[in-house]
């Protein structure tokens, strides 16, 4: 596999200890869906300060996060998120997810 060139991160409202176990447990789904993809791999979380973060390393950050919104709304419908991804040559996020999102920084 060549190098990975993006980081993609979804971010999750969440602030207990319920939360963080429902979002690993999606972490681990969404890993297991997008894990045969070639060029993308999930780096793990960070939770804490109200959030929960998934990272994503990707070539195709915008056909990954598609990928993963799909997964996210199939297995917990409604649940909000929002998304964005930087090369990992930079610092600056595009916002992806939703589309009215108009930028994008880690929390």
């Given at each position: 596999?060549r ?19 429902k ?16 060029g993308?791999?999930?780096d ?6 109200g ?23 199939r ?29 994008f920084?880690?929390?």
């Open positions: 596999m190098d990975l060139e993006y980081q993609l991160v979804f971010e999750f409202a969440a602030t207990t200890a319920q939360d963080f176990d979002l690993q447990a999606l972490e681990q789904i969404i890993e297991t869906g997008i894990s045969k993809e070639p993308v791999m999930v793990g979380h960070d939770f804490g300060m959030f929960y973060n998934i990272f994503i390393h990707t070539n195709t950050p915008e056909d990954t996060s598609q990928k993963t919104l799909a997964i996210i709304h297995t917990r419908p409604g649940l909000e998120c929002r998304a964005g991804y930087r090369a990992f040559t930079g610092n600056k996020y595009k916002p992806l997810h939703p589309e009215t999102l108009q930028s920084e880690l929390r």
